[in-house]
């Protein structure tokens, strides 16, 4: 995929975050991001998905404390640019899955966390550690949309049991995805519905 496709997918999830930010619809963390992945410049495997989960997160969190339009403009920009710097494949060459970097990055950005904080610190590599944990577990090979489906899973419940935000939680979450993805997990994937209608 080229710079000019990667600008329109980062531009995509921008464009749809501004609107639930917006329109205020009611969304979970899955929900929401599901229906930016279904965006047609969304593909089914890209670094873009590293941005999509600090951004999703990141708006209902602001939504939800009814955050000012500038500062959540901010917020989401910083977001944009340290997503940018986690570099596609970072989940197989480097060891940890950009979309669980992802949730340390919205906790660093939300908190203000330095690398010379103190109280905030340990939070960012919490939820970071506690989404990674999740990933290894399943396994691989990668999947964008699945380990997306997870970092906001257990981003959200981190973030609640943290701080005590509740951005939404839910168990369960069917992926319309698998068709697109030929190295799917099938039955081993936590969010694969068999049976069900694929978009």
């Keep these: 995929m080229d710079s000019n496709n990667n600008d ?3 531009d ?3 464009k749809k975050c501004m609107e639930y930010m917006d329109q205020k619809t009611a969304a979970t963390p899955c929900s929401m991001a599901i229906s930016i992945m279904q965006e047609t410049d969304i593909p089914m495997h890209n670094f873009v998905h590293h941005y999509l989960v600090p951004a999703v997160l990141m708006t209902l ?4 404390q009814k955050t000012g339009r500038r500062q959540y403009e901010e917020k989401m920009a910083e977001i944009e640019k340290r ?3 986690v570099l596609p494949a970072f989940c197989g060459f480097y060891g940890a899955c950009g979309a669980a970097i992802g949730t340390g990055i919205f906790m660093s950005v939300h908190t203000g966390t330095t690398p010379m904080s103190k109280e ?3 939070l960012c590599n919490g939820i970071t550690v506690r989404t990674l944990k999740r ?3 399943i396994g691989g090979p990668r999947c964008c949309k699945r380990n997306t489906l997870i970092a906001l899973q257990e981003g959200a419940e981190y973030i609640f049991e943290q701080t005590g935000i509740d951005i939404g939680r839910e168990e369960k979450v069917k ?3 698998s068709k ?5 997990l099938k039955e081993d994937c936590p969010f694969y519905a068999e049976g069900e209608k694929n978009i």
């Design 120 to 122: 905030t610190w340990g």
């Design 12 to 14: 995509t999830v921008t």
């Design 61 to 64: 969190v602001c939504r939800l």
């Design 83 to 85: 997503s940018k710097n």
């Design 135 to 137: 990933m290894a577990e």
């Design 8 to 10: 329109r997918s980062f």
């Design 180 to 184: 697109f993805n030929l190295e799917c």
């Design 175 to 177: 992926c319309t995805f």
